[in-house]
């Protein structure tokens, strides 16, 4: 089967930085994928982990160590916009293919 | 490109009734998904499409058809609608490269409430 399990909900302050772990137990791995989700809208992409280490975009970075089944989303600077729904979601083996397992998302509340 | 668009934005279904969800992209992908989204739930599989003509059950097919006659369309079919079913749809899109990496694009989404 497949696990990922992320914080329900956080809260942090503007211009901080804050990061949201996510841990996952599947069978197979091809790939971690974070997306973030607007209240009332689609998931956009955010990063993509397929190999061990940290990926930098702007004020968003993304890490995974797959010997231990964890990633975690670093947001830098936080701003009002952030406040945001972040989804972790795992590439892995489904019925001779791959999909995405969705984790249950962690709410971000970014506050003044 | 508009991406992935979906009808209708949002609906109300009595028990028992029929509706087709659409879904269509402009990105010309191969790979074609239907999720749901449950308050508080992670994003679950009801089905996917390879290509024109091949569709698959994901994790929660119950109660769901699809079909892919083109590369564009991927049309949700519920046939006789129960409250269990009430939901946002998101219907998402990918191609693979020479890698097998992807990035799945996604709808707006369809609000459906069955009463």
């Known amino acids: 089967g497949q696990n990922i399990d992320q914080p329900t909900e956080m809260t942090a302050t503007e211009g901080a930085i804050v990061q949201i772990n996510c841990t996952y137990q599947?069978?197979?791995?091809?790939?971690l994928f974070w997306y973030q989700q607007h209240a009332g809208e689609a998931p956009t992409f955010l990063s993509y982990?397929?190999?061990?280490g940290l990926e930098e975009k702007g004020r968003f970075s993304s890490f995974l160590s797959r010997s231990k089944g964890y990633s975690y989303l670093l947001l830098k600077e936080l701003q009002m916009k952030d406040s945001a729904s972040y989804l972790c979601?795992?590439?892995?083996?489904?019925?001779?293919?791959?999909?995405?397992?969705f984790g249950k998302g962690t709410k971000l509340s970014v506050i003044p | 490109n508009a991406g992935v668009t979906q009808t209708p934005k949002f609906r109300i279904l009595k028990i028992g009734q029929s509706m087709t969800l659409q879904c269509t992209q402009d990105?010309?992908?191969?790979?074609m998904y239907w999720y749901r989204q449950d308050p508080g739930m992670g994003l679950k599989l009801i089905y996917y499409?390879?290509?024109?003509?091949?569709?698959d059950k994901g994790e929660v097919p119950n109660g769901y058809n699809v079909s892919r006659s083109t590369t564009e369309d991927f049309p949700l079919r519920l046939e006789l609608a129960a409250p269990s079913q009430t939901s946002v749809y998101f219907c998402?899109?990918?191609?693979?490269?020479?890698?097998?990496?992807?990035?799945?694009?996604f709808g707006p989404g369809t609000r459906l409430l069955v009463l």
């Open positions: 998402a899109s990918s191609h693979r490269d020479s890698y097998h990496q992807e990035t799945q694009y």
């Open positions: 599947t069978s197979g791995f091809n790939g």
């Open positions: 982990n397929v190999l061990d």
């Open positions: 979601a795992v590439r892995a083996p489904w019925a001779g293919s791959y999909q995405l397992t």
């Open positions: 990105m010309n992908h191969n790979y």
């Open positions: 499409s390879v290509g024109a003509g091949i569709t």
